[in-house]
């Protein structure tokens, strides 16, 4: 196993007492962004190391690691960048943003561009629908992209340049932005932004304010109850539920419960129709003689 610099050690101990020693494997998620803060990617030599660590075997820290796309199993570059090409930004031109930058680039999906600087992903959503077409680097979004824009900030990006995003801080490496999602502070000037939702977002609550619709009994300032004060409240809700109910008539009640236990037969026992193998074969051979 490669060493470890004695910081990403003294991290891991951080992150590790942040949870309850009985609970020590819920540092994994951060563990692992952590060891990609230091390689560019969670190396075999990373997976030992949170395993050994935690106390967990390797099988069960790979398991995690291939689990979530955010966690790269080989070398990836400075900056990752993804497209969304899922329904709404496609719709709106993702798959051109995306098909123009493999053509510039010349790397396809989850490769890397030779002098290392940049990694291409297509992205199957990437939650912001109301600012599409949008592509990230590193995570943070640049907005209404065209395959123009988009081309100028990778151009910027291998020219050393480090673009504006349309929201948030100003652009990071994979993996200064790795050490920010293991829990630590960015200590780069300009690392933290303030920022607002902008208007798309907003759109749905401007038009409810238009047209009067709200939520009936909705009070924003009522509080939010803690579980013990929930799981009380739904218990007291059951009781009286349970004692404004009839009592059951003495007389005849086992025979009526048992007709209606005959008359509504649990799902299960019901043979689902696809397992009618003669009307599967039926169907399959009409479909055939009207080819």
């Known amino acids: 196993m490669s060493v470890f610099s004695e910081e990403t050690?003294?991290?891991?101990?951080?992150?590790?007492?942040?949870?309850?020693?009985?609970?020590?494997?819920?540092?994994l998620l951060p563990l692992l962004h952590l060891v990609q803060s230091e390689e560019g990617y969670v190396s075999p030599a990373g997976v030992e190391f949170c395993a050994e660590v935690l106390g967990l075997n390797k099988a069960q820290v790979g398991a995690v690691a291939t689990f979530y796309t955010m966690y790269k199993r080989k070398p990836t570059g400075d900056y990752l960048v993804s497209v969304c090409t899922n329904t709404?930004?496609?719709?709106?031109?993702?798959?051109?943003?995306?098909?123009?930058?493999?053509?510039?680039?010349?790397v396809g999906h989850d490769e890397t561009t030779e002098d290392g600087k940049i990694t291409l992903e297509h992205a199957e959503c990437l939650a912001a629908c109301d600012y599409g077409p949008v592509m990230t680097v590193n995570y943070d979004?640049?907005?209404n992209v065209d395959a123009d824009t988009a081309l100028g900030v990778v151009k910027e990006l291998r020219a050393g340049?480090?673009?504006?995003p349309t929201?948030?801080?100003?652009?990071?490496?994979?993996?200064?932005?790795a050490v920010q999602l293991a829990g630590f502070a960015d200590e780069r000037e300009g690392a933290v932004a303030?920022?607002?939702?902008?208007?798309?977002?907003?759109?749905g609550l401007r038009l409810a304010e238009q047209?009067?619709?709200?939520?009936?009994?909705?009070?924003?300032?009522?509080?939010i109850r803690s579980k013990a004060e929930a799981d009380k409240a739904a218990a007291e809700a059951k009781a009286k539920a349970e004692a404004a109910k009839p009592a059951p008539a003495q007389t005849g009640a086992p025979q009526a419960e048992a007709a209606g236990a005959a008359a509504?037969?649990?799902?299960?026992?019901?043979?689902?129709a696809g397992d009618n193998a003669g009307a599967q074969q039926r169907n399959l051979k009409e479909a055939e003689a009207q080819k």
Not at 89 to 106: F, I, K, P, R, S
Not at 264 to 272: G, T, V, Y
Request: a positive charge.
């Open 167 to 177: 929201r948030g801080a100003r652009l990071c490496t994979l993996k200064e932005m």
């Open 211 to 223: 047209h009067g619709i709200a939520v009936p009994g909705f009070d924003p300032n009522t509080p």
């Open 9 to 27: 050690r003294a991290r891991a101990r951080e992150i590790i007492a942040r949870y309850p020693a009985d609970r020590s494997r819920s540092a």
């Open 141 to 143: 979004f640049f907005d």
């Open 161 to 164: 340049g480090r673009p504006m």
């Open 264 to 272: 509504n037969p649990p799902a299960a026992d019901r043979k689902p």
């Open 88 to 106: 709404m930004c496609n719709v709106l031109g993702g798959q051109e943003v995306y098909d123009t930058l493999a053509e510039h680039l010349g």
């Open 194 to 203: 303030d920022g607002g939702p902008g208007e798309p977002s907003l759109r």
